[in-house]
């Protein structure tokens, strides 16, 4: 059998096999009744103990939603989603306050022990091992809220993030406790009418995460949430804001994982991000939902909406994201670069495998002058996967001295995936520069041969060829999580762990 | 035993006969010279002693150390000492010489029960033996083969063969595309290699190359076959009357 060709085969069984994170939490959980409604709404929002606006403002979106089709442009292909055959909310028992970590379902606890994302407050990530020559990095702390089906289990470093000021919690707690600063952003970015998937988010959502960073702040530690996806036939819509005030910067990283089922389940969360004037937020995201089996069924389908505004003067919004799961994958993570002299960065790896579909890509809308953005996406097919690029860049007719740069490489494993690249590009002013480039390639027998000759096996030599392909945009991830990131895309394309 | 016994190999290659039954004894400490001119089937020899997908042994064997080599699978006949230098190394961007050689000495370590090297254990080894050939450091800090000139590719093979220590070493066309300097620093590497426990086969379409790397043995091969043995003298008198002689022979 030619290498290439085995490697598709390896590459097809791995799914099953290969994902670490299927198991299922045995736990009880509280629901709300199968169905989409405006009881549902209510019910949701009475849940949280919400105040009546919020309520109204849920009420008005499901509305909307209500007069609103699905999209179909993107380049994926999925059987019609029942909506009302989905759990809007789920959540675990017993729900009294919790006032501290020991409080929590000792099942959960293990869960995420599973999953290997610390709940304890301990500084982890001890013994990456450093580049030659390199340092040695300190062992950072790392904030975690860890978001259970519909809710956050734990946040952690409270008291160190209070005392910087900075305001990291469970957005349906900020919904009560800030109600000003929850009230002034939220769907300021991403409008409750902005399209069928957000609008369905912002009537359901019930949990995420809520960042305010003061002026001047440098956020102490990095911030983190992992969403896990528990409950059978639930649907799961988190809702994130992160607001960077004038010169403040803060680093924030997502996880997600998923257990493994038959039926497909929807995820469809909206991300906004406020940056004023100064300010920098940077935003890194590795997906690993559950992608659905070797013959493609089950999976997540994660119909995502992520943009960053950036609001102020100087400002930066940058997005860095790892997508390896899900089943299907649609998601355009943004920025608008409203401020004079903001700018705009999105790095993506997207690795598709078996049936996974993905469309994904960006927008860089240029609004105020002397705006630039700057766009590396990496995209890697294997197996029967679909893997295509869509971006959008624009500049405004009074965006002057805009400037774009755009690279987009696809490498294909195989010859029955596909990758495509969907570039649209609008100049409404004489004054920018935009620039795009574009490369496909196959992953080479010459060179699998080559690795294998040394002494790699298949898998390891798929592995390292996909890394250094990345390598551009696995350097933009936080250090610890670049390791991480690093290890998950061979898993995803290997077929041996560690 | 010998080190490598080539018997009587017949090899396919898309429905077409390339090697019609040939042998090939090797020793430790042997150095043979396989000498050819283009097509005859030299690369092909040295790819299927390796492993690489695409080619149908149709008959004889290989057996190496006395075992069937080819029921092997190719990353397990290179931990068990099988070391190829390519005619055309590959290019890896963005992966470090460095990362490359530590990923794939673990490998073959694993793959022989042995630990595995520490990052600063590699670092330190891979520095001497860097050193001990003239190989600038940087080198290993660069993508695999990127950007390398031709000599610097050769460097690299032979970094590797000093770096894994293998028992027997294919040399494929090691002289093309180098000039004379490069080509005496590449055999300069080779020769540095070599000892009482290692063979080497040196495959080349010049006797040129013979003048740095002074064969045991030279095989001359023409379509598929050999169709000469003898001792280093033989590389000289092809230099003189050329390989038409041999055409008919086979
Ligand atoms: N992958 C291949 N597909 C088809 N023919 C091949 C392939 N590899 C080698 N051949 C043929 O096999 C013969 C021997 O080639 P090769 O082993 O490369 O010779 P040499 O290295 O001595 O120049 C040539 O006729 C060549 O065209
Ligand atoms: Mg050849």
Known sequence: MPAVQETVERVRRIDVDQYRYGFETLIESDKAPKGLSEDTVRFISAKKNEPAWMLEWRLEAYRRWLTMTEPTWARVDYPKIDYQDIYYYAAPKPKKTLSSIDEIDPEILKTYEKLGIPLREVAILEGVEPPPGGEQTPNRKIAVDAVFDSVSVATTFQKELKAAGVIFMPISEAIREHPDLVQKYLGTVVPTSDNYFATLNSAVFSDGSFVYVPPGVRCPMELSTYFRINERNTGQFERTLIIADKGSYVSYLEGCTAPQRDENQLHAAVVELVTLDDAEIKYSTVQNWYPGNSEGKGGIYNFVTKRGDCRGKNSKISWTQVETGSAITWKYPSCILRGDNSSGEFYSIAISNGFQQVDSGTKMIHLGKNTSSRIISKGIAAGKSQNTYRGLVSAHRKATGARNYTACDSLLIGDKCGAHTVPYVEAKNSSATFEHEATTSKISEDVLFYCIQRGLSQEEAVGLVVNGFVKDVLQQLPMEFAVEAQKLISISLEGSVG | ????????????????????????????????????????????????????????????????????????????????????????????????????????????????????????????????????????????????????????????????????????????????????????????GVNALRSPERAMVVITHYQRLLNYIVPDFVHVMSKGRVVKSGGKELALELEESGYAQFEDAA
Request: glycine share 10%; hydrophobic share 40%; net charge negative.
């Open chain 2, 1 to 188: 035993m010998s080190l490598l016994e080539v018997k009587d190999l017949k090899v396919r290659v898309e429905e077409r006969e390339i090697l019609h039954g040939l042998s090939l004894t090797v020793n430790p400490g042997e150095v043979h010279a396989i000498m050819g001119p283009n097509g005859s089937g030299k690369s092909t020899l040295s790819h299927v002693i390796a492993g690489k997908p695409g080619y149908e042994v149709t008959g004889g064997q290989i057996l190496f150390r006395g075992e069937d080599l080819l029921e092997m699978e190719p990353n397990e006949r290179a931990a068990n000492g099988v070391f190829l230098a390519f005619q055309y190394p590959v290019e890896i961007p963005g992966v470090t010489t460095w990362n490359f050689l530590h990923a794939a000495l673990n490998a073959q370590r694993k793959a022989r029960g042995e630990d595995e090297i520490s990052s600063p254990a590699f670092l330190k080894k891979v520095r001497e033996v860097a050193k001990s050939l003239n190989i600038p450091q940087d080198m290993l800090k660069r993508g695999v083969n990127v950007g390398f000139s031709g000599g610097e590719k050769k460097r690299n093979e032979i970094l590797q063969m000093a770096l894994f220590e293998p028992a027997v070493c294919i040399l494929d066309e090691m002289d093309s595309g180098l000039d004379i300097d490069a080509l005496r620093i590449a055999a300069d």
